[in-house]
Every structure is written in structure tokens, then in C-alpha cells.
């Protein structure tokens, strides 16, 4: 299984992106997807995660200004990002459960910056 994201980019404060992670090589849809980040010097700390039957849960420092949605046909996950912080800046992973077994994408760099 593979995950590609995409969608990453330099962006100005209140500005938006949306990123993209196409999975790829599994028959069977994730039961649950998601998205990390990390910053310089910081942890990797969860965005957003969204379950095979759309249930949503997101981080405080996001929630009203982030949206994470799937394209189970397309197997693809989304996060829409809205009002756009320096401090969102990071590279953001995407992920996947299939049957108990964890993927990762190869990361995305989102830079907030005017």
C-alpha cells in the first residue's frame, strides 16, 4: 500500500490549502485515515483523523479552521485548511489503517509565511 500526498506550498497568513493523499495498492478501504505534522524541533502531533464512516476528530489549534473529508471511490483523503497560521507551518503526513496495519505517506511541506 502507498500513499502519495500532495498539495503543499508556501502560503500567506490567512491564506488556504488543500492537501491531497492518494492511496494506492489495497483493495480494501481504510478504516481510518488521518492527518500528522511536525515542525522544527517539535513533535509530531495529530491534525485531524477520520474514520471509514466520516466521523471526524480534530486537533484544538485547528478545529474552525480545518476540514479533513474522504473520496472513498477515489481513495483519496483530503484536509482543507482555512485562515492559515505561521504556526501551522510543518510537514504534514497523511496515514492509513488497513485490517491493523499502519502507512505513511512521504510528507508534504506547508509554509506559512508573508
Known amino acids: 500500500v502507498q500513499l502519495q500526498a500532495s498539495g503543499g506550498g508556501l502560503v500567506q497568513p490567512g491564506g488556504s490549502l488543500r492537501l491531497s493523499c492518494a492511496a494506492s495498492?489495497?483493495?480494501?478501504?481504510?478504516?481510518?485515515m488521518g492527518w500528522y505534522r511536525q515542525a522544527p524541533g517539535k513533535q509530531r502531533e495529530l491534525v485531524a483523523g477520520?474514520?471509514?464512516?466520516?466521523?471526524?476528530n480534530y486537533a484544538d489549534s485547528v478545529k474552525g479552521r480545518v476540514t479533513i473529508f474522504r473520496d472513498n471511490d477515489r481513495m483519496t483523503l483530503y484536509l482543507q485548511m482555512d485562515v492559515l497560521k505561521p504556526e501551522d507551518t510543518a510537514v504534514y503526513y497523511c496515514?492509513?489503517?488497513?485490517?491493523?496495519?499502519?502507512?505513511w505517506g512521504q510528507g508534504t511541506q506547508v509554509t506559512v509565511s508573508s
Open positions: 477520520i474514520s471509514s464512516g466520516g466521523s471526524t
Open positions: 495498492g489495497s483493495t480494501f478501504l481504510p478504516n481510518h
Open positions: 496515514y492509513a489503517h488497513i485490517f491493523g496495519v499502519e502507512y
